[in-house]
């Protein structure tokens, strides 16, 4: 039975520095008090008059804010937390703003999303991305077995 390599950060292109680790945790720290600020308020007083859809992601988003104070300590590890920001922004961008952009008729609660969006850009900017690339898509996955 043979099992996959277990790459360590230093023999799969390298480990981060110390000063690029606090520019992702400037990053965790820019988006957890982002969220805590909005969310936060949300979730103790008004999640239980907000419509469902709206609870559901007040939840969700103060969870995640959660995880992403917890990238503070962990910052590489937590590192799927800012990928999934930037996926989901994206993928919202490409797909809903983006068209009614286009055929100019975003309305004004879509608009205020797009706007939120934007601050992806601080997300994206603090993000190894050749680390990520060689640790998360070139390095071989954990076994099945």
Known sequence: MTTAPVLSPASAGGALTTRRLNVLRVG?????????????PL????????????????????????LVFLGLRYPVKLLPILLFEVTWKVIWV????????????????ARAVLVNCL????????????????????????PWH
């Not at 490409?94 to 004004?108: E, G, M, R, S």
């Not at 640790?135 to 071989?140: G, K, L, N, W």
């Open 28 to 40: 965790y720290a820019f988006m957890g008090v982002g969220l805590a600020i909005v969310k936060w």
């Open 43 to 66: 979730l103790i007083h008004d999640v239980r008059t907000l419509p469902v859809p709206a609870g559901v992601v007040t939840c969700l988003l103060t969870a995640l804010s959660l």
């Open 94 to 109: 490409a797909t809903v703003a983006i068209p009614h952009l286009v055929a100019d008729d975003l309305n004004p609660e």
């Open 119 to 142: 601050f992806v850009v601080v997300v994206v900017a603090v993000i190894p991305w050749r680390y990520t690339w060689t640790h998360f898509v070139r390095t071989p996955g954990d």
